[in-house]
């Protein structure tokens, strides 16, 4: 409360993901509803929980890798390996 009382931009940081989820969808609509005034709130991520491009194309790689190595109607869209 005294951050949101004090009428100064803060950061809060977490250690968890599921802490960040909690604070937004319970903690600050209860800090907002005893203030009497809305919290305004803005979730930022660390980059560690995007992808980025080189990620995607090893993943990508990792994937044409595994269907060059199946049966040859297993990487057919809707089919499953067998």
Do not use: W
Not at 33 to 51: C, D, H, M, V
Not at 55 to 77: E, I, K, W, Y
């Amino acid at each position: 409360m005294p951050a949101a009382l004090s009428g100064r931009r803060v950061v809060v940081s977490t250690a968890t993901l599921a802490l960040q989820s909690q604070l937004l969808r319970d903690d600050l609509p209860l800090a907002a509803a005893a203030r009497g005034k809305p919290i305004r709130a803005e979730l930022l991520k660390g980059r560690s929980n995007y992808a980025c491009r080189r990620m995607v194309v090893q993943l990508g790689m990792r994937l044409f890798d595994r269907c060059t190595a199946m049966p040859s109607n297993a990487c057919v869209h809707g089919s499953t390996p067998r």
